[in-house]
């Protein structure tokens, strides 16, 4: 067993619904196993064990792991595309970039520059957009699970308006992921989704055959776009003659194993249909800001009882770093006026780590309470950094949380665990 002392935070209670930052400024935290098996101030639990080996990790902060819940591994390398609406910005940037993946060497060097990015973010858990080829989705599994991430992803599956080296028949995408399904689903800590690449690249017998998979496969997960840009949304309502939403449904694709990412344009329909289903929305702020696409209604999602945490996207976005996106989600929501949910420090924690955590299903991560899992990382910048500054200076626990937030980077993460076993840098 190791004992941690620590300044520990966590949100195990939802703070949209009254829940409070959990805090010890001095705690302790035992780990046996890779589990959680007790917790409290250091004092209290050093004198419950007081042979086990100690872990003093100072000036900083032991938060749990960071949870996204929208990322597309084959867009690691196509960061900063700017300048440029969504389906511009797929044609000329990030899909000639993910055609490359046809190629498995090329292809696993990118999972592995995906993997141990997500790693050095301090994120261990992750709702991952594979390749539109089984080759390279099967290489971002075998990487994941050589590092120990906890990733869910799929083949994504196209059949119309892409680049036609990335569209698949029906028949060959039930056949494909199937294959992989077999292969990953329940396997270590993989897990499958079913992934069509959107509504508007997908035949209704595509998404049909999607249908088919979340059928057939025991506790699969379904993960898509939707409502993300004007024109985009436009052209699937023409092509469906119904909502985006209900696009997916049309074909038994919601509930409570589905994430759809973005939903920035979402009629009050199809809010109330998420809700009905149990669906989760994955909010996306950097790359929503960085595309144009708009400003994230999440007062409405929260009123229309539709769960919400956090992605960062990637090729969209400004990187992988939860800290950088839970701070833009702050900014669109100042943004929006009186429309917008004040967000404080503690919101964002939660967006970040449990609300990610519940929205994938993974109740066992999420939180550093007594019988979870030891997912965490131990945020601390070099001395003479800014962040470590203002965390000297923070005035008590949720000044601090803010402090790491508004001054957090990948480069602040000092240390980062997985059922106990520390991974990195």
């Not at 379904?222 to 997916?248: D, M």
């Not at 919601?254 to 994430?259: D, K």
């Not at 970040?352 to 030891?374: E, I, M, N, P, Y």
């Not at 402090?403 to 957090?408: E, P, Q, T």
């Amino acid at each position: 067993m190791t004992l941690y002392r620590a300044a520990i935070l966590d949100t195990p209670d939802d703070p949209f619904t009254g829940g409070r930052l959990r805090a010890e400024l001095d705690g302790g935290l035992l780990v046996r196993a890779g589990v959680i098996v007790d917790r409290g101030g250091f004092a209290d639990v050093r004198r419950r064990h007081p042979e086990e080996d100690l872990q003093t990790l100072d000036g900083g902060l032991l938060l749990p792991g960071l949870v996204d819940t929208h990322v597309h591994y084959p867009q690691v390398r196509a960061i900063g595309g700017l300048g440029m609406p969504l389906l511009e910005w797929l044609e000329r940037y990030a899909l000639p970039e993910e055609a490359r993946l046809a190629d498995p060497s090329y292809a696993a060097s990118v999972a592995d520059d995906f993997v141990r990015s997500l790693v050095r973010a301090g994120t261990t858990s992750a709702l991952v957009f594979g390749a539109h080829f089984a080759p390279a989705t099967d290489a971002l599994f075998t990487r994941a699970a050589a590092t120990g991430l906890r990733i869910t992803s799929g083949l994504v599956l196209s059949d119309r308006e892409m680049h036609d080296d990335l569209l698949i028949t029906a028949d060959e995408a039930l056949q494909q992921s199937r294959a992989l399904a077999r292969k990953w689903h329940g396997t270590g800590r993989a897990r499958y989704a079913v992934t069509p690449r959107f509504s508007l690249s997908c035949t209704d017998e595509l998404l049909a055959v999607c249908g088919e998979l979340v059928r057939e496969i025991p506790d699969v997960w379904f993960t898509s776009h939707v409502n993300e840009n004007l024109a985009e949304i436009a052209q699937v309502h023409e092509q469906f003659a119904g909502t985006y939403v209900g696009s997916y449904d049309a074909h038994g694709l919601l509930g409570p194993r589905s994430v759809l990412a973005h939903n920035v344009h979402v009629s009050d329909e199809e809010l109330r249909l998420l809700g009905d289903r149990g669906a989760g929305v994955a909010h996306c702020p950097a790359s929503n800001c960085s595309l144009g696409s708009g400003l994230f209604p999440l007062g409405r999602h929260l009123a229309h009882g539709v769960r919400v945490a956090l992605g960062t996207d990637v090729g969209g976005g400004t990187g992988l770093s939860m800290f950088k996106e839970a701070l833009q989600a702050y900014f669109v929501q100042q943004l929006r006026g009186p429309d917008g949910i004040p967000l404080g420090p503690v919101h964002l924690l939660h967006l970040a780590t449990s609300a990610g955590a519940a929205l994938l299903g993974l109740d066992h991560v999420g939180d550093l309470s007594v019988g979870k899992r030891f997912d965490a990382l131990w945020l601390r910048g070099a001395d003479d950094s800014l962040l470590q500054l203002n965390l000297r200076n923070a005035s008590d626990a949720e000044g601090a949380l803010a402090k790491a937030f508004a001054l957090g980077t990948d480069a602040a993460v000092a240390s980062v665990w997985i059922d106990g076993e520390r991974l990195a840098p």
